[in-house]
């Protein structure tokens, strides 16, 4: 089964940088297969905030992170980066990592625990 471990969340001033990882585990190595963050705080739903697709590496953001976010892996290390600069208040949420086949038009099947990314003003 595919399971999924976030990391690197934690506490840091407007317009400084964090950076998760999403370590990924129980692919079939010839299966394409797409990872996604998303992001929920508190009373708000849940947004996708980038993708990166394993077949081609094409990477896909929301409007509120473009120019700041930096989606990237490591197939050796089975890793997934979100490298986050210039950072927000507005960008404090619970980070969460998830697998699907690709990343739009399929279902997300498998979900990380969340890490939480605070930032002060």
């Known amino acids: 089964e595919v399971q999924l471990v976030e990391s690197g969340g934690g506490l840091v001033q407007a317009g400084g940088s964090l950076r998760l990882s999403c370590a990924a585990s129980?692919?079939?190595?010839?299966?394409?297969?797409?990872i996604g963050w998303f992001r929920q705080a508190p009373g708000k739903e849940r947004e996708g905030v980038s993708c990166?697709?394993?077949?081609?590496?094409?990477?896909y953001y929301a409007d509120s992170v473009k120019g700041r976010f930096t989606i990237s892996s490591d197939n050796a290390k089975n890793t997934v980066y979100l490298q986050m600069d210039s950072l927000k208040p507005e960008d404090t949420a619970v980070y969460y990592c998830?697998?699907?086949?690709?990343?739009?038009?399929?279902?997300?099947?498998?979900w990380g625990q969340g890490t939480q990314v605070t930032v002060s003003s």
């Open positions: 998830a697998a699907a086949v690709r990343c739009s038009g399929s279902p997300w099947g498998f």
């Open positions: 990166i697709s394993s077949s081609d590496g094409i990477t």
């Open positions: 129980g692919f079939i190595s010839d299966d394409d297969h797409a």
